[in-house]
């Protein structure tokens, strides 16, 4: 075939080609062991100023520095590009004659122009740099899932409105503000002349925006939960990062795909309502379908699967991924679908899980977790060196770094002042520099960041990016011990001690916050309620019989879907438990109402206590907060009773 | 729009991959459904006499059906517009840049292709979204079903074994490789004549068929050996060869195909070439064990001081095998056997280190990993039958192949057994003898192996020949397994403690004493030696060395040896007890409290991790 082919050659060894990926994974592993045995001294030492994933980073760092400085590419490269007139696109498959042997070569990726010669600097480097939808495909799944997994805690369904507003509002505040400043900057930087070879547009700037606007307090959080810090404020912190993610996943997709028709940077209505569409509607449709295959995994109920713990571990295992995988497929964020589905899974499925995959389960999800965050960590010090188009712009990296503070500031007082409005508990001021200084940027953040790295303002912010997750988390994670001191926040908080001082504050303003909470929680009362009497009983062996709950007319099929084992001396307990459990949400929806409950039946309500001790402080809540809840359920309850 | 998503009709490397992997996902999801349906009901009723059907005797089966589907149910249209082009390149780059009417596009390179297969590129498009790249499966997917096999091995009736085990991994391997690969040369020489032939097929690569299918891999025997309590004797050796096996068969392959004698003519019989080989075999065979112990080692001297975290603990774990494994590549020898050995060393040392907790963790992490390693390529194979797009099914050389390995089994186990009674003492009786020629199944191993490369006619074959092989004996076998059991007589429901009170003292002393004084010193030198430097337990360096070592000895015991020297006394009985395992001669009939830790109640196949059979 007549093309007229020219070449561009890396010359690579057959026999290398065979043990390809062996050296970098091997450097990996050990920039891995030699974090672990790092954390491992710092936290027999109670070292806190630095956090395992800083720990990662900088061994990335020195690591990639090695790499770039100290290796010698042995490759000879001619670099030349074929040119082939019969092709009119790329095809996925290439089949090459080279002296009469057929090879076939597999599409990788385009490559944009001013890449072509960046794009074959070291072989070395070019190792080591990971393909991106690893990151999107392998490794943030299992954070995501098991933040999800965490999150069934009462703290977090008291505290619901404030993190979905933080989480919603807030980054959407977080996003605008950052993309306004970036393009303020980015206008001066044309103005004195930075930018002249490529333009970055006003969506550019916003994507800029909504990826660094997930953030990641993984560092303050483990502080946090080690120090015993207030609850209020873990919780709010920890819902809001888990929730923000997710928002600046889909966000930043949608701001991807606004297109305005002609001009790139005039501002069009309808590219526009499109893409807030799109964001309603992969947001929708990401959470319908992660709730769906947790319901799937739901109807284990109906086997004995319970028999094999092994057995339930891999299902559940595998049909997280499968909701990962659907997602993507469908064209969803797997993500977000991800997260839900731990959300779901832990609230319903967890309960059909025997004690024994209850354990192997969380502490699966709990290593992934572990060695996913340390890899990207790790991956995002080496990047540094390693990723070979880096383009360092002092004024953008000024400006990003400006942003990001005003953003999260612009975020998190405004929506406090208006949230304390409504809450009767406030947040605090002290409360609220915390949570302004907690603004870290990590795993989200890269991985949306390196997705794309084709053009020159994508690399750009790549690098910025990088820069900034750098920053927040060696100076604010380093930095958050001190400033707990400095801000007088409580540390130690024993949450029974806690709970109980808020329950005898609880019946002093009883009347008051009656009404306060049949305002606020009137449709997460209805969801509860719903909840309670149709999908518990429905999915787990929990709550009372649908038989009892549902219309007489559906009793047969009531009859089949209910478990055998929630007959019985179900019923009765069922009610108390429900009363108990629906306490954590409607804290003081109805408090007087408990006491003639555990009057009627206290027996009953030991049992249930019990009960529900054992299906709530397990619940998954992985390596966090474990101790602390299990503590917390006992003492609050009997003191109800 | 600069951000805009890759552009283009298929700028969607993405959902190519989302595809494969839910194609493999969904595959064995289903797997594990029908599993819980099929198992389900089963286990509730599994009392003597009815047909316990093995674990994986079913694991093919959905992978057929979505290979079925895949393959006639969906038609893609194949979009792909293959264009085949001519350059003035001397060698294949491994990335290739090509302008496509101004913009760049990287290519990279997947393999090579014979000239007729060129067709059949481009035939369909969802089946080679299915398709694995073979390096998965030795670099991902065999690794931890290795290691959790060499994890596995930590057991008395494997010691007490030992010999004849390496006997039939060693000397049977190489016996079964030798007679399958005469057997098909011959039927391969009968294709000739017949001219069924269609490509070249030489007696190394008869050979390497030999090699190939050598590997034995019961899983579902001993899953069903496990449930039934079949006599542990059988059941360590069948598991024992199993084991070593693989090893051995990866290395002689991979040692056929180094196998280049010199001159013009390449296929003929060359000595210095074979005797390259042997050295190759004996070199990485070597080499990977010298690896694998040597990262147990030092994982066990790095655990050795980290303590109290287990998520660490259990990460430092999988991160320091996974190294092994890579480290091996890196060096040039076989990854899967130093992974083996590692194993077998960090159970032996490491696994003293953990605490309770990461112990717990770190066995169920491996049970999981491979759990799901094992079904995901049984689920394959099943796919592979229908998705991969060269297949040569010959019906001469499958003949031919069935009856090379009943021949090549035979040839191993009744001749090796008859060799071994003549030194044993316990005489491996005849229906065990049978026993083990029915249980020789192929499994993830050879199919492995045979995927590797399959460039070739003649490597084409041999893979569709696995293939099915490995779906023969899997089912055929897998399932006839109980039957068999009560067809020869063999005893189930063996108590593995009442089995050891039934021999007389005085004869086990002295058959011990024959066979076992070499394992006798090692296991006093690492009792004395290795254990105290490596692991908490054992008595302190100090009282066993010299006492002009006394210095060095102080410094490398770890202080809670010392702790434990008031209970020296105790630990000594303790070490008989322990090293009962092994040498059953200092034995007495208290095995069973070898430990607590290891009557832990296991739940699945792997229970026999730290043994079922003393508790």
Excluded at chain 2, 356 to 367: A, Y
């Amino acid at each position: 075939l007549a093309g007229s082919i020219q070449k561009y050659v890396s010359v690579k060894d057959e026999d290398h080609f065979y043990h390809q990926g062996a050296v970098e994974l091997l450097i990996f592993n050990f920039l891995l062991i030699l974090t672990i045995l790092t954390i491992w001294l710092f936290k027999n030492h109670r070292f806190r100023f630095l956090h395992e994933t800083g720990g990662a980073m900088l061994y990335g760092l020195v690591m990639g520095l090695i790499i770039r400085y100290v290796t010698k590419s042995p490759d000879v490269e001619s670099g030349t590009v074929y040119e082939c007139e019969k092709l009119k696109s790329g095809p996925s498959t290439l089949l090459i004659n080279i002296t009469n042997q057929v090879y076939e070569y597999q599409y990788k990726r385009e490559i944009s122009h001013h890449n072509v010669n960046g794009h074959q600097g070291n072989a070395m480097l070019q190792k080591m740099t990971f393909d991106p939808s690893i990151f999107f495909n392998i490794l943030l799944p299992p954070i995501i899932f098991h933040a999800g997994y965490s999150l069934k805690k009462r703290h977090f369904f008291r505290n619901l409105g404030s993190i979905l507003t933080y989480a919603f509002l807030g980054t959407a505040i977080s996003c605008i503000v950052i993309g306004l400043i970036m393009y303020g900057f980015v206008k001066a930087m044309v103005h004195i002349g930075q930018l002249k070879q490529w333009e970055f547009h006003f969506t550019d700037c916003l994507f800029f925006g909504s990826l660094m606007s997930a953030t990641d307090p993984v560092t303050v959080l483990a502080i946090f939960h080690e120090l015993n810090v207030d609850t209020d404020l873990y919780t709010l912190l920890f819902g809001e990062s888990v929730l923000n993610d997710a928002v600046a996943i889909v966000l930043t997709h949608s701001i991807s795909i606004y297109s305005p028709k002609e001009n790139p940077n005039a501002f069009d209505a309808a590219a526009f309502f499109q893409s807030v569409g799109n964001f309603l509607g992969i947001f929708a449709g990401s959470f319908a379908m992660g709730s769906s295959y947790a319901v799937v995994t739901h109807l284990t109920k109906f086997t004995k699967l319970c028999e094999f713990p092994m057995l339930e571990t891999g299902l559940f295992f595998l049909l997280s991924w499968s909701a990962f995988l659907s997602a993507e497929a469908a064209g969803l964020t797997g993500i977000v679908a991800v997260l839900f589905c731990g959300v779901t899974q832990a609230h319903y499925t967890y309960n059909n899980l025997s004690p024994d995959s209850k354990m192997r389960t969380k502490q699966l999800f709990e290593f992934m977790n572990f060695l996913a965050e340390n890899v990207i960590f790790c991956y995002m010090g080496l990047a540094l060196f390693t990723f070979q188009n880096h383009i360092f712009n002092p004024l953008f990296i000024f400006g990003a770094l400006v942003a990001v503070f005003v953003a999260r500031a612009a975020n998190i007082y405004p929506l406090s002042f208006l949230l304390n409005l409504g809450r009767k508990q406030k947040i605090p001021g002290n409360f609220q520099h915390m949570m302004m200084f907690s603004g870290l940027r990590g795993a989200i953040a890269f991985a949306l960041a390196i997705r794309d790295t084709n053009s020159q303002p994508q690399q750009m912010m790549f690098s910025t990016a990088l820069l900034m997750v750098f920053f927040t988390v060696w100076v604010f994670g380093g930095g958050t011990t001190p400033m707990l001191t400095w801000l007088q926040i409580r540390v130690g908080v024993d949450p029974d001690e806690d709970l109980k001082a808020k329950a005898a504050s609880q019946s002093a303003s009883d009347l008051d916050k009656n009404t306060t909470k049949a305002e606020s929680a009137w449709l997460f009362r209805i969801w509860y309620g719903f909840d309670h009497k149709y999908l518990k009983p429905l999915l787990t062996h929990t709550g009372p019989p649908l038989t009892s709950t549902l219309p007489e007319w559906c009793n047969p099929i009531a009859r089949l879907l209910t478990s055998p084992t929630a007959y019985g001396d179900q019923l009765k307990d069922g009610d108390t438990v429900y009363i108990i459990n629906n306490d954590e949400l409607t804290e003081n929806y109805d408090s007087s109402a408990h006491i003639p409950v555990p009057a009627q039946d206290s027996t009953g309500s030991i049992q249930a206590t019990g009960k529900e001790d054992i299906q709530e402080g397990d619940l998954g809540l992985g390596g966090y907060k474990l101790q602390l809840q299990h503590t917390a359920d006992q003492p609050q309850k009997n003191s109800l009773a | 729009m600069s951000t805009e998503p890759l552009p283009g009709p298929r700028g969607t490397r993405m959902v190519q991959f989302t595809q494969a992997a839910i194609g493999v996902c969904l595959c064995s999801t289903a797997e594990l459904g029908i599993r819980i349906l099929v198992l389900h009901p089963r286990s509730e009723r599994s009392f003597w006499g009815f047909a316990v059907v093995g674990l994986t005797d079913l694991c093919p089966s959905p992978g057929v059906l979505v290979g079925v589907v895949l393959r006639y149910g969906i038609h893609v249209p194949s979009d792909v517009n293959n264009v085949t082009l001519s350059c003035q390149v001397q060698t294949s780059p491994a990335t290739l840049l090509v302008n496509v009417s101004g913009k760049f596009y990287e290519y990279t390179l997947k393999g090579e292709i014979s000239a007729q297969e060129l067709n059949n590129v481009q035939d369909n498009e969802m089946l080679r979204k299915v398709t694995f790249d073979p390096e998965v499966f030795f670099n991902i997917l065999l690794p931890p079903i290795i290691f959790y096999a060499g994890y596995s091995l930590k057991r008395r009736h494997f010691f007490r074994n030992l010999g004849s085990i390496l006997a039939y991994a060693f000397l049977g391997t190489a016996i079964s490789c030798l007679v399958i690969g005469s057997v098909v040369y011959g039927c391969v020489a009968l294709m000739k004549v017949t001219g069924q032939l269609g490509g070249d097929f030489y007696f190394t690569d008869c050979l390497l068929f030999g090699a190939i299918v050598s590997a034995t891999d019961p899983v579902t025997v001993l899953a069903i050996f496990h449930e039934l309590q079949v006599d542990v004797e059988l059941y360590a050796l069948l598991f024992g060869e199993s084991v070593l096996n693989d090893a051995v068969a990866i290395v002689l392959s991979s040692s056929i195909v180094a196998y280049q004698p010199a001159g013009d003519n390449s296929h003929t019989f060359d000595v210095t070439a074979m005797f390259k080989s042997i050295g190759i075999f004996l070199g990485i065979f070597s080499g990977s064990f010298a690896m694998g112990a040597a990262t147990g080692v030092v994982t066990a001297l790095i655990s050795f001081s980290l303590f109290g975290f287990p998520l660490l603990e259990t990460g430092l774990f999988f991160l320091m095998s996974w190294s092994t494994f890579l480290l091996a590549e890196a060096c040039g020898f076989t990854g899967v056997v130093a992974v083996l050995f590692c194993g077998i060393t960090q159970a032996h040392y490491t696994y003293n280190n953990l605490s309770t907790e990461s112990q717990h963790r770190t066995k169920q992490l491996f049970e999981l990993l491979n759990f799901l390693a094992e079904n995901f390529i049984f689920s394959y194979m099943g796919l592979a039958l229908f998705t991969f797009q060269n297949h040569v099914f010959n019906p001469t050389f499958v003949v031919g192949a069935f009856l090379a390995i009943f021949l090549g089994r035979a040839a191993n186990i009744y001749p090796l057994s008859f060799l071994l009674n003549l030194g044993r003492r316990n005489k491996i009786g005849t229906n065990l003898q049978h026993m083990m020629m029915f249980a020789g199944l192929r499994g993830a191993m050879a199919f492995a192996l045979a995927i590797r490369d399959t460039a070739t006619y003649a490597r084409q074959m041999m893979f569709s020949t696995t293939l099915l092989i490995v779906f023969f004996t899997v089912w055929v076998f897998g399932g006839g397994t109980t039957a068999m059991l009560s067809c020869l007589n063999i005893r189930v429901g063996v108590d593995a403690d009442q089995e050891n009170v039934g021999v007389p003292e005085s004869e086990r002393r002295s058959t011990k004493a024959e066979s076992a004084w070499l394992f006798r010193m090692w296991y006093n030198f690492d009792h004395n030696y290795l254990k105290p430097l490596l692991t908490h337990s054992g008595p302190p360096l100090t009282t066993t060395l010299p006492g002009c070592c006394g210095p060095v000895a102080r410094c490398l015991t770890s202080p809670q040896a010392y702790e434990n020297q008031e209970q020296l006394k105790d630990d000594d009985s303790d070490l008989i007890l322990n090293d009962g395992d092994i040498s059953l001669t200092y034995g007495d009939s208290t095995v069973n409290t070898d430990s607590v830790a290891s009557t832990r109640r296991m739940p699945w196949t792997g229970s026999w991790l730290l043994g079922t059979m003393n508790s």
